[in-house]
């Protein structure tokens, strides 16, 4: 606490003749020290990421050991990580990996090639725009998953059904981002190009794709999250190997450790993928410096 004298001489009207001058006002003012606790947490960010899912195991191992989780119901960690373990020794999870992962990226090479050319063509032309852009947004609002029996009508039961659902799945989340981005490039940035004497596609190298770029990556990021989900799917059809076919195997036998370790390598690709473009991200994008939190 402090104490703060201010002249009031300059907001007050003088008082009758030969009163005495009024004194000084004084006012409290309260300082207010930076205590430890208003700054960071000494906490590593790694030790606050990972508490809640060890603890979500932990109460999940629990419950499974006291039998409020029956293992028909729901495997305990423990037993998921042995029925990992044995399966990695027959060799059936690397077997199983592998042919997802080989769906998953040729599914994704169509979906990137096919969205990247139609983004393109409708977000740099009108008459472009004009063809294809009202075709895009309708199928966009089609469910993926409800194109499984037309799929199987025209490619029958084998690997191109799976892969073209993947395609699909990832065509229209990079189509949208990548139009928008492109449509929101300042036409500042391009009248600037024009005014230097960049010809149309030193314009659309140097400035539109570049300016587009970061919304283009948020499209990529959607679209690898809709590719895995589109596999999940893809692989009830008619599978005779892949980690869907794995899982569908262990429902018919009531065995939920295997689903769950099938579910878990979902999300550990899933996630791996995603940190892969993330750090793609960062590099295609370090010219770009973003707010990163608090």
């Given at each position: 606490m402090s104490l703060v004298s201010e002249s009031s001489a300059a907001h007050r009207p003088p008082g009758p003749p030969g009163s005495p001058p009024t004194p000084p006002r004084t006012?409290?003012?309260?300082?207010?020290?930076?205590?430890?606790?208003?700054?960071?947490?000494?906490?590593?960010?790694?030790?606050?990421?990972?508490?809640?899912?060890?603890?979500l195991v932990v109460v999940w191992q629990v419950l499974g050991t006291t039998g409020v989780l029956e293992r028909d119901v729901l495997a305990p960690p423990l037993d998921v990580l042995s029925t990992a373990g044995q399966m990695v020794s027959e060799g059936r999870l690397q077997s199983a990996v592998?042919?997802?992962?080989?769906?998953?990226?040729?599914?994704?090479?169509?979906?990137?090639?096919?969205?990247?050319?139609l983004a393109t063509v409708t977000g740099l032309l009108r008459r472009g725009e004009d063809l294809l852009d009202a075709p895009m947004q309708m199928l966009r609002t089609i469910p993926v998953i409800s194109l499984i029996p037309l799929l199987i009508v025209w490619f029958g039961i084998g690997e191109e059904p799976k892969v073209v659902l993947i395609g699909l799945a990832v065509t229209f989340p990079l189509y949208m981002n990548l139009f928008g981005g492109i449509r929101n490039v300042d036409a500042a940035l391009v009248e600037a190009a024009r005014t230097l004497g960049l010809g149309r596609l030193a314009q659309v190298r140097h400035v539109i794709l570049p300016a587009a770029l970061p919304q283009a990556l948020v499209g990529l990021r959607y679209s690898f999250g809709s590719a895995w989900l589109a596999l999940v799917f893809g692989e009830t059809i008619n599978a005779t190997s892949g980690i869907g076919y794995e899982m569908n195997t262990a429902r018919e036998y009531f065995q939920t450790d295997v689903i769950v370790v099938c579910l878990v390598l979902y999300a550990?690709?899933?996630l791996a993928v995603d940190l892969l473009v993330r750090g793609l991200e960062r590099g295609l994008l370090s010219w770009r410096p973003a707010f990163s939190g608090q």
């Open positions: 006012v409290e003012v309260e300082t207010v020290e930076p205590t430890p606790e208003s700054g960071r947490s000494r906490v590593p960010r790694w030790v606050v990421k990972a508490a809640s899912p060890i603890a592998l042919t997802s992962l080989g769906r998953v990226a040729v599914g994704l090479v169509l979906g990137i090639v096919t969205a990247t050319v550990l690709l899933g």
